[in-house]
């Protein structure tokens, strides 16, 4: 099967400009995550997705960050404005089963932010 | 609230040494744990899992096993090779029911042939 495809693969914007990420999850997988990766550190979740439904966004910074999934497939995430303290790695992820908590999830690439 | 603790990196051993990766956890309730692995340009992709305690996870030759008494879940293999040179995190889920990954800050580990 086909992975979970992010884009784009890097981005270098200014402080203060708005950037967004994409992500397509593998096919028939209705659960989506976007984790993000500080230098060094493991990823944190920011928003989960069932279907189209966000299920927990507790950590998301809703000040700036935002996040949709129309139609329960493909995900973008926004960041507006961006901060110096945004850069860091992106991630997404999806899983097939809704409600299994060791269902395992798979992880795209990720997108690396450099906000300068 | 729930937490991961690795062991500190870098890690570097030779070629065919035995490897031990350190993780303990803090959570209520019965996690399921987690070893997922980050290669060089690559994502993170999981390696082997537990669900329960005393299960045994395996993969790839590397094992883990869920101690409930000690809350770790050690990672280990006897015989490494320059293949194994990646990240590696240690992971719960499942806490209350809620399927969201808690991670470990990883560990980096380098293999010398």
């Known amino acids: 099967e086909a992975g979970v495809v992010q884009s784009p693969r890097y981005k270098i914007i200014e402080k203060k400009q708005p950037v967004a990420f994409w992500c397509n999850p593998i096919?028939?997988?209705?659960?989506l995550y976007w984790y993000r990766q500080n230098l060094g550190q493991g990823p944190e979740l920011l928003i989960r997705y069932e279907n189209e439904e966000a299920v927990d966004d507790s950590q998301l910074p809703k000040d700036r960050f935002s996040a949709e999934r129309l139609k329960g497939v493909d995900s973008t995430l926004k960041i507006q404005p961006a901060e110096l303290g945004d850069s860091a790695v992106y991630l997404c992820a999806s899983s097939r089963e809704q409600g299994v908590s060791n269902s395992p999830l798979h992880f795209g690439n990720g997108t690396r932010l450099t906000v300068t | 609230g729930n937490s991961v603790t690795q062991m500190e990196g870098p890690v570097t051993l030779s070629e065919e040494a035995f490897l031990t990766i350190n993780c303990t956890y803090t959570a209520t309730g019965y996690p399921s744990l987690f070893w997922y692995v980050q290669y060089p340009g690559e994502g993170l992709q999981l390696l082997l899992k537990a669900t329960k305690a005393d299960d045994k996870g395996s993969n790839k030759g590397f094992e883990a096993t869920y101690r409930k008494e000690t809350t770790s879940f050690h990672l280990e293999k006897g015989s490494v090779q320059v293949s194994d040179s990646a990240v590696y995190f240690c992971?719960?889920?499942?806490?209350?029911?809620?399927?969201?990954?808690?991670f470990g800050q990883g560990t980096r580990l380098t293999i010398n042939p």
């Open positions: 096919s028939g997988h209705n659960t």
């Open positions: 992971a719960l889920s499942g806490i209350q029911g809620a399927q969201k990954l808690v």
